[in-house]
């Protein structure tokens, strides 16, 4: 059994005749029966009925028609999947993404990449603090999303690219502001549970310390930003969260900034786009970092 017959057999279903069959193939109406034959004799039963004046289906040649198709679609998936890699395409690309990166800005660069190339799958990799430039550093990611410091990176020897700005604001359940009395500084806050994300890296050079974090604080540690908002919404302490994570909850009151008068807690990060300063450029990866400079300008 043969592609060929398959695709035959498809074209006189969907056009409803031999001679319709063989005009949309550029064929000859005896090759097109021919294969037809070949496909009855292979399969040892009569797939069409014709004692009409249209061609119909038997039972089995119902049956074989539907799984030809998806015979079909397997082998036209693999013919795109081969000129893909031939192209030198990626098979995947590995993109570390800090989890406090608002995604609605990546999605239009995304939704490019998908339209372009939709046979490379793409991992977007969850990062905490220094886990997106260890990724890249490591190359187990080709670009990396995250707040970082511009110094940091040139420091690196990064490409990098501004993405834009976030805030982020120091915030708890209003039960448990109740409970803080009017705290004036920082260390007031030490007896109350302080919700920290963990580093999903190795936590070297500026990382390699706990970052607003006061000595003798009480402290939980969570692995991710969406059980850090849940715990902090359930008044079991009070960290910082992305402001577009928690400006709903602002909104409704479900959670309410602390805001010291003597202490600074919220503070504006630059989110970049960086990779490494000497990249195997290849077709997916360089249409990430271009959209990403369009995005940027």
């Known amino acids: 059994m043969k592609l060929d017959q398959l695709n035959v057999l498809r074209a006189v279903v969907e056009t409803g005749s031999v001679k319709a069959a063989a005009d949309q193939l550029n064929r000859t109406q005896p090759a097109i029966s021919q294969a037809l034959?070949?496909?009855?004799?292979?399969?040892?039963?009569?797939?069409?009925?014709?004692?009409g004046y249209r061609l119909e289906l038997t039972p089995v040649g119902k049956r074989v028609y539907l799984q030809s198709l998806r015979v079909l679609t397997e082998a036209e998936d693999l013919g795109q999947l081969i000129k893909h890699f031939e192209k030198g395409q990626e098979e995947t690309i590995t993109i570390a993404v800090d989890a406090s990166t608002d995604l609605n800005a990546l999605t239009p660069v995304l939704s490019k990449l998908q339209t372009n190339f939709p046979e490379t799958r793409v991992v977007l990799r969850p990062e905490?603090?220094?886990?997106?430039?260890?990724?890249?550093?490591?190359?187990?990611?080709?670009?990396?999303?995250s707040p970082m410091s511009s110094i940091m990176l040139?420091?690196?020897?990064?490409?990098?690219?501004?993405?834009?700005?976030?805030?982020?604001?120091?915030?708890?359940?209003p039960s448990l502001r109740?409970?803080?009395?009017?705290?004036?500084?920082?260390?007031?806050?030490?007896?109350?549970?302080?919700?920290?994300?963990?580093?999903?890296?190795?936590?070297?050079?500026?990382?390699?310390?706990?970052?607003?974090?006061?000595?003798?604080?009480r402290r939980w540690y969570v692995s991710d930003l969406h059980t850090k908002k849940h715990l902090l919404i359930a008044g079991l302490g009070w960290g910082r969260l992305p402001e577009h994570m928690i400006a709903d909850e602002l909104k409704q009151g479900r959670l309410c900034e602390i805001d010291l008068p003597h202490?600074?807690?919220?503070?504006?990060?630059?989110?970049?786009?960086?990779?490494?300063?000497?990249?195997?450029?290849?077709?997916?990866?360089?249409?990430?970092?271009?959209?990403?400079?369009?995005?940027?300008?």
Do not use: C
């Not at 905490?128 to 999303?145: D, F, N, Q, R, W």
């Open 37 to 51: 034959k070949a496909l009855e004799l292979q399969t040892g039963t009569e797939l069409f009925d014709r004692s």
């Open 128 to 145: 905490v603090l220094s886990g997106a430039i260890e990724a890249v550093k490591t190359e187990t990611a080709a670009i990396a999303i």
């Open 154 to 173: 040139e420091e690196e020897g990064f490409d990098y690219i501004p993405l834009g700005k976030s805030t982020l604001r120091n915030v708890t359940a």
């Open 178 to 217: 109740a409970d803080m009395d009017n705290p004036k500084k920082l260390s007031d806050l030490r007896r109350f549970h302080q919700v920290i994300a963990s580093d999903s890296g190795q936590a070297e050079g500026m990382f390699d310390r706990e970052i607003g974090v006061q000595k003798g604080q």
């Open 263 to 297: 202490t600074h807690l919220a503070f504006d990060v630059t989110i970049y786009a960086f990779r490494q300063s000497k990249p195997i450029v290849r077709a997916v990866a360089e249409l990430l970092w271009r959209e990403f400079k369009a995005h940027a300008a």
